[in-house]
């Protein structure tokens, strides 16, 4: 359907090897998905190498705020949820991989709480669920008011910690995939930044390697990820010949903590659960604009109301609406919502007297490497889960929520995979006949990031898209960087950007979390996933799917 005009890295330059560890089984990312792969992997008797980025409680999983999605209350299904994920994904959720999701994700929830999580609990003792928006049912666990991915990752960590037959890497950024010469995957090269004896560029070797590395939010200047989330883990699998799809699905919160027209970086949000308690967006001139977007209103899909934000700031020349929610009350925001509350104060705002000032940015990317329902992609021994992965679960457009739940229920299933794909499988020998074609100064990453917000952001059209390819084309065609970590990483930010525009170009339509405004409504002809591959020249390759498609599948047509 079409490719790049321009070479994309197919190999990261950097020098050979100095150090090899070797695993059953390798994890890379220490986020909900990747630290409950390897609990589920300790379980089955393997031994796991689990690699993460920073230290192994800086994963993505510790900033959510607004909890886990789980048909656990005795008026809620999983049929009901399955109806509301359904609803938000603009009808691209691949249905076998969202049936597993809500079908497996209560069981999936007690066993975290087996794990040694602790959820809020209403006056019975029961935990006490609340609503966000999409959903029609009060099906959100929360824990520590609005601090449950920091509760979830801590009794993960811990849990992680207790266990000697899992080996922990800190400080280390993955670099590449290493295949055999029939290509099936042999491990990963990696950075590790400290000291003792795995320092510098290093292999290490498995028949297993799972990705877990979380998103892409840094392509953004404008984002609620953490510095981490460059994409590394997306990057790493394109370049090494797997799928990717639905990468112009980003999700944009609607509701981000406005710090300023010069502010970059990670950006503190204020969870949709503050509008799940009666917070309402008002616009420059006092308006509740929401009233009559939606039949939801303020709880519409996060794409209704982050696209109403941007109309409305467009309309008005405003930099920022507003979000009241003062009549929550002190007593609300000290126990429901302690962590927005304290950082609000830091900036000199207090919401239970102020209107808070908020935009969109950036949060959440709904597609990745492609994966089955058991979490494999389309290179043998390589698998991907949580917000690395695409297994059709959000479609167009994520419903809130159900980020930390993907992440416990494929986990479980990668697990399940592995000890049936590995049956007689040694790890092969390695070969490195991909070329190393150079990396980006990381002097271009702030341009990068200002070009993707200014034209392929919340709105976007046929110019803004063709100014943002060929930005990126003009970037990826001179490399001039060195082999350092900084350097990678601006890299695989360009590799995941020219895609996302690629896909964005591509889909002329509006659908989810894409919008065109030349192309303001969606089209039928458009029911359909754009699957991305890479080849040994560096060339895209996209071709379109139905949404029922995954790797493995008896449907294997193009559409």
Not at 13 to 22: E, K, L, M
Not at 225 to 254: M, S
Not at 463 to 474: I, K, P, R, T, Y
């Amino acid at each position: 359907m079409g490719h790049a005009r321009t070479r994309i890295p197919g190999r990261l330059a950097a020098p050979s090897p100095g150090w090899t560890a070797r695993a059953d089984v390798i994890v890379v990312g220490s986020g909900v998905a990747g630290l409950t792969t390897a609990l589920r992997v300790r379980a089955l008797g393997l031994s796991v190498l689990l690699v993460t980025k920073a230290t192994v409680n800086e994963g993505s999983t510790r900033w959510a705020q607004g909890g886990i999605a789980a048909a656990l209350a005795d008026d809620d299904s999983p049929a009901e949820h399955m109806r509301d994920t359904l609803e938000a994904g603009g009808g691209l959720c691949n249905e076998r991989s969202a049936d597993i999701l809500v079908t497996e994700g209560p069981d999936a929830v007690r066993e975290l709480i087996a794990w040694g999580a602790h959820f809020d609990t209403d006056p019975t003792g029961s935990i006490a669920l609340t609503r966000e928006g999409g959903h029609h049912r009060n099906r959100i666990a929360h824990a520590g008011g609005d601090a449950t991915g920091a509760e979830v990752s801590r009794a993960l960590v811990a849990a992680v910690g207790a266990d000697p037959g899992i080996d922990v890497v800190e400080n280390a950024l993955v670099l590449d995939l290493i295949t055999s010469a029939g290509g099936r995957t042999a491990g990963v090269t990696l950075h590790v930044i400290g000291p003792g004896q795995r320092d510098g560029v290093g292999a290490a070797l498995a028949p297993s390697v799972v990705l877990a590395t979380g998103g892409f939010g840094q392509v953004f200047g404008q984002t609620t990820n953490p510095y981490v989330a460059t994409g590394d883990g997306a990057a790493l699998a394109l370049r090494a010949g797997a799928a990717v799809a639905d990468l112009e699905f980003v999700q944009f919160h609607p509701t981000v903590l406005w710090l300023g027209p010069v502010a970059k970086g990670q950006q503190p949000l204020v969870s949709e659960a503050v509008r799940g308690e009666g917070a309402f967006l008002l616009d420059a001139d006092g308006q509740r604009f929401m009233v009559g977007e939606h039949p939801m209103a303020d709880l519409a899909p996060r794409d209704v109301v982050a696209k109403a934000i941007m109309r409305r700031m467009r309309e008005s020349g405003a930099a920022h609406v507003w979000l009241d929610g003062r009549e929550l009350g002190a007593d609300t925001w000290v126990h429901r919502f302690p962590t927005i509350l304290e950082s609000c104060r830091m900036r000199g705002i207090d919401p239970v007297s102020d209107l808070i000032p908020v935009s969109p940015a950036q949060h959440y990317a709904s597609g990745g490497v492609v994966t089955d329902t058991d979490g494999r992609s389309t290179i043998p021994g390589l698998y991907a889960c949580g917000e690395v992965a695409c297994s059709g679960v959000h479609g167009a457009n994520r419903l809130a929520s159900n980020s930390l739940l993907e992440g416990l229920v494929f986990g479980r299933r990668i697990a399940d995979a592995i000890e049936v794909d590995r049956a007689g499988r040694d790890v092969p020998e390695s070969s490195d006949d991909d070329v190393a074609m150079g990396v980006l100064a990381n002097e271009v990453r702030r341009p990068l990031q200002q070009t993707m917000d200014a034209n392929a952001g919340v709105l976007r059209s046929s110019q803004s898209l063709a100014s943002c390819a060929q930005w990126l084309d003009d970037a990826l065609d001179r490399p001039s960087g060195t082999p350092r970590t900084e350097d990678w990483e601006t890299t695989n930010l360009a590799t995941i950007a020219r895609v996302l525009v690629e896909h964005a170009q591509a889909r002329e339509e509006s659908r989810g979390s894409h919008w065109r405004e030349d192309h303001p409504d969606p089209q039928p002809e458009w029911r359909v996933r754009l699957v991305t591959t890479m080849d040994s020249h560096g060339n895209l390759h996209t071709v379109r799917r139905s949404p029922d498609w995954l790797p493995g599948s008896l449907e294997d047509s193009e559409v």
